[in-house]
C-alpha cells in the first residue's frame, strides 16, 4: 500500500538552513508525498531561497502568510488548507530540519500500512552532536490505556505524523491562547495531546531514526522563549482532555 503523504514544511527566518531541509525531501525514494513549504512572513531571503530550491519540482508548492502565525499556527493552517482526504498523513518536517535518511517517507509508510495506525511519534538526532535526543522514548502502556498523556513527561518528538481526518477532530480553539492567537511556544503540545488522547493505541512509535533536530538554531524557542514555553506548557497540560474515539469520521 502506498500511502500519501503530505509534508508541511514550516519556516521563519530559516535562510540558513530552509534549501537542505527541502533537498532531504527531495531525496525520498518514496514518491507518494506533496510539499507544503510554508513561510511564516519571513522578514530574511528565506522565501527567495525557497523558490531557488523548489525550481519546477511540481511536487513542491511554496506559500507564504501576510502575518506571522507562529510554528503551531502556520503548520496547521496549511495542513488543513492543503491535505484532500482524511486518509492523508501529514508529516511535520520544520524548515531548519532535516529528514535523517532518503528512507523516511518509506519506514513511515510501512509503519501506516502494516497496523491499525492513526499517528506516529519517534526517534531523532541532534545536529550538533549527532547523538539521539532525549525525548526519543516510546509512551508506556499504562499512559496510553488510561489516558495520562498530559500527565505524564513529554517524549512524543519527532517525527511526527498523523492522519488528516484525526486532525479534523480537533477543535480549533483549543490551539488557541488566552490572548486570542495561535499558542506561540509549546505549539506542539497542544496539538499533540489531543491527537494521542484520540487515537489511544492506535498511535505508534517508531524507533528507527527518522529526523535531524537543529539544536544550532539560534532561533529555536527552546532558547529564545522558555520562559513562554513553560507557562504554555501548564496551560496546555491543565486544558480538559480528549477521548478516545472509535473511527475517523
Known amino acids: 500500500m502506498k500511502n500519501k503523504f503530505l509534508i508541511v514544511m514550516p519556516f521563519y527566518n530559516a535562510q540558513k538552513w530552509v534549501s537542505k531541509s527541502i533537498k532531504s525531501v527531495k531525496l525520498q525514494n518514496y514518491d507518494n508525498f506533496h510539499c507544503i513549504v510554508a513561510d511564516d512572513c519571513s522578514t530574511d531571503q528565506s522565501y527567495e531561497i525557497c523558490k531557488e530550491s523548489i525550481g519546477d519540482d511540481n511536487r513542491f508548492t511554496l506559500i507564504r502568510s501576510e502575518t506571522n502565525l507562529g510554528p503551531l499556527g502556520n503548520a496547521y493552517e496549511a495542513a488543513t488548507n492543503y491535505a484532500d482526504s482524511k486518509d492523508d498523513i501529514i508529516v511535520i518536517l520544520d524548515g531548519d530540519d532535516f529528514f535523517y535518511s532518503p528512507n523516511t517517507l518509506q519506514i513511515l509508510n510501512d509503519a501506516y500500512s502494516i497496523n491499525n495506525c492513526w499517528m506516529t511519534y519517534g526517534s531523532y538526532i541532534n545536529l550538533s552532536n549527532k547523538n539521539i535526543g532525549k525525548f526519543s522514548r516510546q509512551l508506556p502502556q499504562e499512559v496510553i490505556k488510561q489516558n495520562l498523556f498530559r500527565n505524564y513527561e513529554w517524549c512524543t518528538s519527532h517525527l511526527r505524523s498523523y492522519k488528516f481526518g484525526l486532525l ?26 489531543p491527537l494521542l488522547e484520540m487515537s489511544s493505541e492506535r498511535s505508534q512509535f517508531i524507533k528507527d531514526i527518522l529526523y535531524i533536530w537543529n539544536d544550532l538554531n539560534e532561533m529555536n524557542e ?16 491543565n486544558m480538559t482532555k480528549y477521548n478516545r474515539i472509535e473511527d475517523i469520521l
Open 168 to 193: 479534523q477532530n480537533v477543535k480549533r480553539q483549543d490551539l488557541i491562547d488566552e490572548e486570542g492567537v495561535y499558542i506561540r511556544a509549546a505549539g506542539d503540545l497542544a496539538l499533540m495531546f
Open 222 to 237: 527552546h532558547k529564545t522563549k522558555r520562559e513562554l514555553q513553560i507557562k504554555n506548557e501548564l496551560y496546555i497540560r
